[in-house]
């Protein structure tokens, strides 16, 4: 049973170090400001409620659904990678809360089996 604590405890101590790893090498996303999140929200919606949205907002937001239309997809993108990367951090951040197994005490437990 110690066994396979310690070889579960590895598995996630290996675990925690790649999602670290893949965490610092993650690229940067790109930055997307509030109202184009509520736009792509939007967008994800009926065609009707994205195009009443950006006509009541037009003015104060200068945007028009000629940039909806150009800047959508890049918008969808950096969200999609902003939530990547923050399921990466928040996998990182779990697994570091794990205990860690000292491998020096792993020959010891095998040996008093």
Not at 6 to 11: D, K, N, P, Q
Not at 28 to 35: E, L, N, R
Not at 100 to 111: G, K, M, N
Request: aromatic content about 2%.
């Amino acid at each position: 049973m110690n066994v396979l604590k310690i070889t579960l405890s590895s598995a996630l101590l290996a675990g925690a170090t790649l999602a670290c790893l893949s965490a610092q090498a993650a690229p940067a996303c790109a930055s997307v400001s509030p109202m184009e999140r509520r736009i792509v929200e939007r967008a994800n919606g009926d065609v009707d409620t994205l195009r009443n949205f950006v006509v009541r907002t037009s003015v104060p937001a200068g945007v028009n659904m000629y940039d909806v239309r150009v800047h959508l997809d890049q918008w969808r993108a950096a969200i999609d990678c902003q939530a990547q990367v923050a399921a990466t951090e928040h996998a990182a951040a779990v697994a570091a809360a794990q205990p860690a197994v000292d491998a020096t005490a792993a020959p010891a437990l095998v040996a008093q089996r």
